[in-house]
Protein backbone atom coordinates (compact mmCIF):
# COMPACT_ATOMS: atom_id res chain seq x y z
CA UNK A 1 0.00 0.00 0.00
CA UNK A 2 1.04 3.47 -1.06
CA UNK A 3 1.99 5.80 1.91
CA UNK A 4 3.32 9.14 1.85
CA UNK A 5 3.34 10.89 5.38
CA UNK A 6 4.46 14.16 5.68
CA UNK A 7 5.93 16.04 8.99
CA UNK A 8 7.86 19.08 9.60
CA UNK A 9 5.19 21.50 9.61
CA UNK A 10 4.46 24.00 12.68
CA UNK A 11 4.66 27.87 13.68
CA UNK A 12 7.12 30.15 11.93
CA UNK A 13 7.53 33.92 12.07
CA UNK A 14 7.68 36.15 8.64
CA UNK A 15 11.28 35.51 7.36
CA UNK A 16 12.27 32.25 9.31
CA UNK A 17 12.92 29.05 7.45
CA UNK A 18 11.06 25.70 8.14
CA UNK A 19 12.02 22.13 6.20
CA UNK A 20 9.12 19.98 5.57
CA UNK A 21 9.63 15.99 4.72
CA UNK A 22 7.67 13.70 3.34
CA UNK A 23 8.20 9.72 4.23
CA UNK A 24 7.18 7.54 1.23
CA UNK A 25 6.55 3.73 1.61
CA UNK A 26 4.78 0.26 -0.03
CA UNK A 27 6.32 1.43 -3.92
CA UNK A 28 9.93 1.89 -5.47
CA UNK A 29 10.41 5.49 -4.64
CA UNK A 30 13.28 5.84 -6.62
CA UNK A 31 11.08 5.28 -9.54
CA UNK A 32 8.81 8.47 -9.46
CA UNK A 33 8.68 11.65 -9.53
CA UNK A 34 7.49 13.86 -6.53
CA UNK A 35 5.88 16.82 -5.59
CA UNK A 36 4.30 19.33 -3.01
CA UNK A 37 0.98 20.94 -3.27
CA UNK A 38 -0.39 23.30 -1.13
CA UNK A 39 -3.64 24.65 0.42
CA UNK A 40 -4.54 27.93 2.29
CA UNK A 41 -7.08 27.87 4.80
CA UNK A 42 -10.56 28.22 3.24
CA UNK A 43 -8.66 28.14 -0.20
CA UNK A 44 -8.01 26.15 -3.17
CA UNK A 45 -4.99 24.08 -3.79
CA UNK A 46 -2.03 25.41 -5.44
CA UNK A 47 0.82 23.17 -7.08
CA UNK A 48 4.46 24.38 -5.23
CA UNK A 49 7.05 22.26 -6.84
CA UNK A 50 8.39 18.78 -7.87
CA UNK A 51 11.28 16.83 -8.19
CA UNK A 52 12.34 14.04 -10.77
CA UNK A 53 12.96 10.28 -9.83
CA UNK A 54 16.70 10.76 -9.74
CA UNK A 55 16.57 14.16 -8.44
CA UNK A 56 18.29 15.52 -11.44
CA UNK A 57 15.89 18.47 -12.28
CA UNK A 58 13.40 20.41 -9.91
CA UNK A 59 10.56 22.93 -10.80
CA UNK A 60 8.69 25.62 -9.02
CA UNK A 61 5.99 27.76 -9.06
CA UNK A 62 6.07 31.39 -9.37
CA UNK A 63 5.18 32.24 -6.17
CA UNK A 64 8.07 30.22 -4.11
CA UNK A 65 10.89 30.50 -6.54
CA UNK A 66 14.19 31.06 -4.96
CA UNK A 67 12.60 30.54 -1.56
CA UNK A 68 11.86 27.45 -1.41
CA UNK A 69 14.07 24.21 -2.59
CA UNK A 70 12.56 20.78 -3.12
CA UNK A 71 15.11 17.20 -2.73
CA UNK A 72 15.45 14.14 -2.32
CA UNK A 73 16.87 10.75 -0.59
CA UNK A 74 16.50 7.95 -2.79
CA UNK A 75 18.43 5.72 0.05
CA UNK A 76 15.60 6.85 2.46
CA UNK A 77 12.68 7.08 0.26
CA UNK A 78 12.38 10.82 1.14
CA UNK A 79 11.59 14.20 -0.54
CA UNK A 80 12.22 17.54 1.32
CA UNK A 81 10.94 20.76 1.19
CA UNK A 82 13.10 23.56 2.62
CA UNK A 83 11.18 27.23 2.82
CA UNK A 84 13.01 30.24 3.59
CA UNK A 85 11.92 33.69 3.87
CA UNK A 86 8.60 32.80 5.13
CA UNK A 87 5.82 35.02 4.44
CA UNK A 88 1.97 34.95 5.73
CA UNK A 89 0.78 34.07 2.24
CA UNK A 90 3.18 30.94 2.50
CA UNK A 91 0.04 29.26 5.57
CA UNK A 92 -0.82 26.50 4.49
CA UNK A 93 -1.77 22.80 4.37
CA UNK A 94 1.44 21.14 2.71
CA UNK A 95 0.75 17.97 1.26
CA UNK A 96 2.97 15.71 -0.91
CA UNK A 97 1.70 13.81 -3.86
CA UNK A 98 3.53 11.50 -5.92
CA UNK A 99 3.29 11.88 -9.92
CA UNK A 100 2.00 8.95 -11.93
CA UNK A 101 3.19 7.51 -14.54
CA UNK A 102 2.11 4.70 -16.87
CA UNK A 103 2.95 0.93 -16.69
CA UNK A 104 5.77 1.49 -19.29
CA UNK A 105 7.10 4.23 -17.20
CA UNK A 106 5.54 7.22 -19.58
CA UNK A 107 5.10 10.43 -17.46
CA UNK A 108 1.52 10.87 -17.15
CA UNK A 109 1.32 14.28 -15.33
CA UNK A 110 -0.35 14.11 -12.63
CA UNK A 111 -0.52 12.84 -9.02
CA UNK A 112 -2.01 9.35 -8.72
CA UNK A 113 -1.14 9.66 -4.64
CA UNK A 114 -1.40 12.11 -1.64
CA UNK A 115 -0.41 12.16 1.88
CA UNK A 116 -2.78 13.53 4.44
CA UNK A 117 -0.32 17.33 4.49
CA UNK A 118 1.34 18.90 7.24
CA UNK A 119 0.29 22.47 8.27
CA UNK A 120 2.73 25.29 8.25
CA UNK A 121 1.66 28.63 9.70
CA UNK A 122 3.62 32.20 9.58
CA UNK A 123 3.14 34.39 12.38
CA UNK A 124 4.18 36.99 14.18
CA UNK B 1 0.54 34.06 -16.00
CA UNK B 2 -1.59 31.28 -16.88
CA UNK B 3 -5.16 31.02 -15.11
CA UNK B 4 -6.98 28.00 -15.12
CA UNK B 5 -10.83 28.49 -14.71
CA UNK B 6 -13.22 26.58 -12.83
CA UNK B 7 -17.22 27.55 -12.29
CA UNK B 8 -16.48 28.77 -8.48
CA UNK B 9 -20.10 26.66 -7.52
CA UNK B 10 -22.66 24.39 -8.99
CA UNK B 11 -25.61 22.67 -7.98
CA UNK B 12 -27.09 18.79 -9.08
CA UNK B 13 -30.18 17.48 -8.16
CA UNK B 14 -29.58 13.52 -6.55
CA UNK B 15 -29.80 11.18 -9.73
CA UNK B 16 -28.75 14.31 -12.11
CA UNK B 17 -26.28 14.60 -14.58
CA UNK B 18 -23.72 17.68 -13.91
CA UNK B 19 -20.80 18.75 -16.06
CA UNK B 20 -18.33 20.82 -14.35
CA UNK B 21 -15.34 22.88 -16.96
CA UNK B 22 -11.94 23.85 -16.71
CA UNK B 23 -11.16 26.68 -19.27
CA UNK B 24 -7.58 28.66 -19.88
CA UNK B 25 -6.97 32.24 -19.66
CA UNK B 26 -5.67 32.34 -23.08
CA UNK B 27 -6.36 29.05 -25.73
CA UNK B 28 -8.01 25.92 -25.71
CA UNK B 29 -7.56 23.39 -23.26
CA UNK B 30 -6.36 20.05 -25.29
CA UNK B 31 -5.27 16.67 -24.64
CA UNK B 32 -1.32 17.88 -24.65
CA UNK B 33 -2.37 19.47 -21.44
CA UNK B 34 -3.30 16.03 -19.57
CA UNK B 35 -5.50 17.23 -17.83
CA UNK B 36 -6.72 15.94 -13.89
CA UNK B 37 -9.61 15.92 -12.09
CA UNK B 38 -9.54 15.83 -8.20
CA UNK B 39 -12.61 15.27 -5.66
CA UNK B 40 -11.72 16.48 -2.23
CA UNK B 41 -13.85 17.08 0.84
CA UNK B 42 -13.88 19.27 3.72
CA UNK B 43 -10.70 17.98 5.89
CA UNK B 44 -9.57 15.17 3.62
CA UNK B 45 -6.96 14.77 1.32
CA UNK B 46 -7.74 15.33 -2.92
CA UNK B 47 -8.66 12.18 -4.33
CA UNK B 48 -7.30 11.36 -8.36
CA UNK B 49 -10.42 10.60 -10.38
CA UNK B 50 -9.08 11.18 -14.20
CA UNK B 51 -5.99 11.93 -15.36
CA UNK B 52 -4.46 12.35 -19.26
CA UNK B 53 -7.67 13.96 -19.74
CA UNK B 54 -10.24 11.13 -20.05
CA UNK B 55 -8.75 7.72 -17.61
CA UNK B 56 -10.82 7.04 -14.64
CA UNK B 57 -8.14 6.29 -11.67
CA UNK B 58 -8.19 2.89 -10.22
CA UNK B 59 -11.57 2.67 -8.03
CA UNK B 60 -13.41 5.69 -9.51
CA UNK B 61 -17.10 4.52 -10.44
CA UNK B 62 -18.03 5.01 -13.95
CA UNK B 63 -20.54 7.63 -13.10
CA UNK B 64 -17.31 9.93 -13.17
CA UNK B 65 -16.66 10.73 -16.94
CA UNK B 66 -14.48 12.97 -18.40
CA UNK B 67 -13.58 14.69 -21.62
CA UNK B 68 -12.54 17.81 -23.86
CA UNK B 69 -15.88 19.85 -24.81
CA UNK B 70 -15.30 22.37 -27.29
CA UNK B 71 -12.55 24.50 -25.93
CA UNK B 72 -12.28 23.26 -22.30
CA UNK B 73 -11.66 20.26 -20.33
CA UNK B 74 -14.79 19.06 -18.73
CA UNK B 75 -15.81 16.56 -15.87
CA UNK B 76 -19.22 15.10 -15.93
CA UNK B 77 -21.06 13.19 -13.56
CA UNK B 78 -24.13 11.02 -13.59
CA UNK B 79 -26.22 10.18 -11.50
CA UNK B 80 -25.13 12.18 -8.83
CA UNK B 81 -24.97 11.10 -4.94
CA UNK B 82 -25.16 12.56 -1.90
CA UNK B 83 -21.31 11.89 -1.21
CA UNK B 84 -20.43 13.39 -4.64
CA UNK B 85 -21.13 16.84 -2.42
CA UNK B 86 -17.04 17.74 -2.20
CA UNK B 87 -15.30 20.78 -4.11
CA UNK B 88 -13.74 19.22 -7.66
CA UNK B 89 -10.30 20.76 -9.00
CA UNK B 90 -9.08 20.43 -12.30
CA UNK B 91 -4.50 20.66 -13.30
CA UNK B 92 -3.56 21.51 -16.51
CA UNK B 93 0.54 20.55 -17.37
CA UNK B 94 1.89 23.51 -18.79
CA UNK B 95 4.95 21.49 -19.94
CA UNK B 96 8.78 22.28 -18.36
CA UNK B 97 7.62 20.40 -15.13
CA UNK B 98 4.95 22.83 -14.34
CA UNK B 99 1.41 21.88 -13.24
CA UNK B 100 -1.52 24.74 -12.73
CA UNK B 101 -4.27 23.89 -10.76
CA UNK B 102 -8.25 25.63 -11.28
CA UNK B 103 -9.39 27.56 -8.71
CA UNK B 104 -11.93 24.27 -7.24
CA UNK B 105 -15.70 23.92 -8.15
CA UNK B 106 -17.99 23.50 -4.85
CA UNK B 107 -20.66 21.09 -5.81
CA UNK B 108 -23.84 20.85 -3.83
CA UNK B 109 -26.12 17.63 -4.19
CA UNK B 110 -29.63 19.08 -3.19
Known amino acids: EVQLLESGGGLVQPGGSLRLSCAAS????????MSWVRQAPGKGLEWVSS????????FYADSVKGRFTISRDNSKNTVYLQMHSLRAEDTALYYC?????????????????WGQGTLVTVSS | QTVVTQEPSFSVSPGGTVTLTCALS?????????TSWYQQTPGQAPRTLIY???TRSSGVPDRFSASILGNKAALTITGAQADDESDYYC??????????FGGGTKLTVL
Open chain 2, 26 to 34: SGSVSTSYY
Open chain 2, 52 to 54: STN
Open chain 2, 91 to 100: VLYMGSGISV
Open chain 1, 26 to 33: GFTFSSYS
Open chain 1, 97 to 113: ARRGKSMAGTALYYFDF
Open chain 1, 51 to 58: ITSSGGST
